[in-house]
């Protein structure tokens, strides 16, 4: 089964509005990352997560390796976040593995 | 400040022609180095790692290969293309060993026909 299980698979979003994404592991992560894919395809790095909490603007992560699950919180979001979102799980010194990603839509 | 490259930005290829994609990172000695593949509306797979000059890993087998030839480049390539090939591809550094953050290239928009 997937190793790294992402949800939901797709959202749309009313400008302003606030969304929680989640990554479930089923391996040992020891460290994971969030990224957005914007349509041209460049992967833009949102979060580096040891265990534990981050926020950047708008944004805020969490990674909780006890109970192997990852979340990523949008605030207000605006029109400039839509895209779709990856989590990766890194299990093994740079053995990334991917979600299958959330592909979030903004309406204004 | 590092700054990678990938070439070339797009290719179209025949069914059972070779391939070479590569990767340049510069701006950092002794980066570990990966190839990616992602099919069209799918997620991302590691294929390769390097973390020296002349050592690479599969990590995935797709029938492609992988060299580093210089710390700062590194190539896929093929013999004999398949349309499974088809997709895109992304070359990504991090600093040093261990557990650290990766960071993406542009990527290559490859189409087999």
């Known amino acids: 089964g997937d190793k790294v299980k992402q949800s939901p698979s797709a959202l749309s979003l009313q400008e302003g509005t606030n969304s929680a994404l989640r990554c479930n592991f089923s391996i040992a992560a020891t460290t994971v990352q969030w990224f957005l894919q914007n349509p041209r395809g460049s992967l833009i790095n949102l979060f580096y997560l040891v265990p534990g909490t981050k926020e950047n603007g708008r944004l805020k992560s969490a990674f909780d390796s006890k109970e192997s699950y990852s979340t990523l919180h949008i605030r207000d979001a605006q029109l400039e976040d839509s895209g779709t979102y990856f989590c990766?799980?890194?299990?093994?010194?740079?053995?990334?593995?991917f979600g299958q990603g959330t592909k979030l839509s903004i309406k204004p | 400040a590092q700054t990678i490259h990938q070439w070339p930005v797009a290719e179209i290829k025949a069914v059972g022609s070779p391939l070479s994609l590569g990767c340049t990172i510069k701006?950092?000695?002794?980066?570990?180095l990966y190839w990616y593949w992602q099919a069209t509306g799918g997620t991302l797979q590691q294929l390769f790692y390097?973390?020296?000059?002349?050592?690479v890993e599969s990590v995935v087998q797709l029938n492609l290969s992988a060299s580093r030839p210089k710390d700062d480049q590194f190539i896929l390539s093929t013999e004999k293309l398949l349309l499974s090939h088809s997709g895109f591809y992304l070359c990504a550094w991090s600093p040093g060993r261990g557990y650290a953050e990766q960071f993406f290239g542009p990527g290559t928009r490859l189409t087999v026909l």
């Open positions: 701006g950092k000695s002794s980066p570990n």
């Open positions: 990766a799980a890194d299990y093994n010194q740079g053995k990334l593995i």
């Open positions: 390097s973390i020296t000059v002349g050592q």
